[in-house]
T-cell receptor, first 116, second 112 residues
Framework: AQTVTQSQPEMSVQEAETVTLSCTYD???????LFWYKQPPSRQMILVIR??????QNATENRFSVNFQKAAKSFSLKISDSQLGDAAMYFC?????????????FGQGTELSVKP | EPEVTQTPSHQVTQMGQEVILRCVPI?????FYWYRQILGQKVEFLVS????????KSEIFDDQFSVERPDGSNFTLKIRSTKLEDSAMYFC??????????FGPGTRLTVL
């Protein structure tokens, strides 16, 4: 069974600085999707970025980018020019392409605080 | 932009009571999910639903839980006899089968 691990329960960053959140996963599959979701205090789940495993190029979305290391099974999220609104819980998630049901498997989350 | 909606936003119930949580999926989506998040913990998969039947369920999804699409639009999660440990945020998510799952805003369930 696949697992997702986020080893940093909490992270802190100064406004305008860059921060990297770590995620590792375990799978025997070769094709899958990885996601980062943001959960602000409202507890809404907001998609930040996604990566398809067969694509070697790292995904980017404005200030958010990932470092996808398939061999190492690592999927970190880099937030550049951090803003106060980035403060939230961040979840890494995995989705198999072989499981037709498409469920997401989440990590434990990293609580990011942004200092002004 | 289309969105997933959930009602109620907050449900308070007594232990042993039945609750029904409702979700209105995005109209062209085919896959429907319920996830649960106990306060301070990770989001956990409960059940997936496709073509009017359950396609996968987790160990959490025992006989106390059921899902259905009673009228072809709403997607409901029923908990027959609630326990204290059912207190959590319940998220509905929907998916076309490609692209990304979209989450609703969640229903906060409090069991007293």
């Amino acid at each position: 069974a696949q697992t997702v691990t986020q080893s940093q329960p909490e992270m802190s960053v100064q406004e305008a600085e860059t921060v990297t959140l770590s995620c590792t996963y375990d799978t025997s599959e070769s094709d899958y999707y990885l996601f980062w979701y943001k959960q602000p205090p409202s507890r809404q789940m907001i998609l930040v970025i996604r990566q398809e495993a067969y694509k070697q190029q790292n995904a980017t979305e404005n200030r958010f980018s990932v470092n996808f290391q398939k061999a190492a099974k690592s999927f970190s999220l880099k937030i550049s020019d951090s803003q106060l609104g980035d403060a939230a819980m961040y979840f890494c998630a995995y989705r198999s392409t072989y499981n037709q049901g498409g469920k997401l498997i989440f990590g434990q989350g990293t609580e990011l605080s942004v200092k002004p | 932009e289309p969105e997933v909606t959930q009602t109620p936003s907050h449900q308070v119930t007594q232990m042993g009571q039945e609750v029904i949580l409702r979700c209105v999926p995005i109209s062209n989506h085919l896959y429907f999910y319920w996830y649960r998040q106990i306060l301070g913990q990770k989001v956990e998969f409960l059940v997936s639903f496709y073509n009017n039947e359950i396609s996968e369920k987790s160990e959490i999804f025992d006989d106390q839980f059921s899902v259905e699409r009673p009228d072809g639009s709403n997607f409901t999660l029923k908990i027959r006899s609630t326990k204290l440990e059912d207190s959590a945020m319940y998220f509905c998510a929907t998916w076309t089968g490609t692209d990304t799952q979209y989450f609703g805003p969640g229903t906060r369930l409090t069991v007293l």
